[in-house]
């Protein structure tokens, strides 16, 4: 795979990973980790699944509204 296509494949997957976690920064970092930001909280990983089910961990504790703009229970 070269380059162009790995890059479109990351762009890809930040916009669905910022379309599915709203309020969170997201990105990918010259290491390769993931890494999501919201506040203070930071999350890095080296697997972007990973990232996804760390940040779906988070976000159903979360002290931040929801996508809706509801406070989780």
């Known amino acids: 795979m070269g380059t162009q296509q ?3 494949n990351d762009a890809d997957r930040i916009s669905r990973l910022s379309a599915e976690f709203a309020g969170w ?15 203070n909280d930071l999350v890095r990983t080296p697997d972007v699944e990973e990232l996804r089910v760390r940040l779906h961990e988070m976000t159903a504790g979360s002290r931040y509204p929801t996508e809706s703009g509801k406070w989780p229970d």
């Open 25 to 39: 920064r997201i990105g990918r970092g010259g290491s390769g980790h993931w890494w999501a930001v919201r506040g």
């Open 6 to 8: 790995s890059a479109r």
